[in-house]
T-cell receptor, first 113, second 112 residues
Framework: DAGITQSPRHKVTETGTPVTLRCHQTENHRYMYWYRQDPGHGLRLIHY???????DKGEVSDGYSVSRSKTEDFLLTLESATSSQTSVYFC????????????FGSGTRLTVV | GENVEQHPSTLSVQEGDSAVIKCTYS??????FPWYKQELGKRPQLIID?????GEKKDQRIAVTLNKTAKHFSLHITETQPEDSAVYFC???????????FGKGTKLSVKP
């Protein structure tokens, strides 16, 4: 498909539990991003990566951590899930040498109960 | 930091009419402005983009215009069709890492 997959597609978890979302790409793009999408807020940047082991915070990073041990994988971890983290999470990839345009994954719908 | 405002939040047009969505940005250093279309339950997809050294760009029925002085850019869709119904997001690039700040979206409904 688009060379980017997210897993799981849906998850329900309990408050206080750790959750890890995975983004996998086959495009060998350097840049990867995690966004969350909420009604009335659009898409907000959580964390991004500009290379293996190179990550930085976005505008809504509190309560989230990320890791990138391989070019193809970018993991988003909620250390202790809260109800305010119920959202749809999108991963995106970009190859800035070609274009600044993002390719998004299909999203993960996370519900924290 | 950068802030992107998008208007209107909802837009309803008759099939065949034109639709215009407007965005303003705050950081004069922003240099890349993409537009994404998101159909219900799907991922956002890039439909057109423009760089700060260009004033207008067209691709068939869609066009984007940029006014750097006023710090606003607009999406124009002509001859709208029901399949144009979706949520549209504008965005602005804020740094060399390609990070995008998005507007809150416009829900476009095209009535047959």
């Amino acid at each position: 498909d688009a060379g980017i997959t997210q897993s799981p597609r849906h998850k329900v978890t309990e408050t206080g539990t750790p959750v890890t979302l995975r983004c996998h790409q086959t495009e060998n793009h350097r840049y990867m991003y995690w966004y969350r999408q909420d009604p009335g807020h659009g898409l907000r940047l959580i964390h991004y990566s500009y290379g293996v082991k190179d990550t930085d915070k976005g505008e809504v990073s509190d309560g989230y951590s990320v890791s990138r041990s391989k070019t193809e994988d970018f993991l988003l971890t909620l250390e202790s899930a809260t109800s305010s983290q119920t959202s749809v999470y999108f991963c995106a990839i970009s190859d800035l040498s070609q274009s600044y345009g993002y390719t998004f994954g299909s999203g993960t719908r996370l519900t924290v109960v | 930091g950068e802030n992107v405002e998008q208007h209107p939040s909802t837009l309803s047009v008759q099939e065949g009419d034109s639709a215009v969505i407007k965005c303003t940005y705050s950081d004069s250093a922003s240099n890349y402005f993409p537009w994404y279309k998101q159909e219900l339950g799907k991922r956002p997809q890039l439909i057109i983009d423009i760089r700060s050294n260009v004033g207008e760009k067209k691709d068939q029925r869609i066009a984007v215009t940029l006014n750097k002085t006023a710090k606003h850019f607009s999406l124009h869709i002509t001859e709208t069709q029901p399949e144009d119904s979706a949520v549209y997001f504008c965005a602005a690039s804020i740094d060399s890492q390609g990070n995008l700040i998005f507007g809150k979206g416009t829900k476009l409904s095209v009535k047959p």
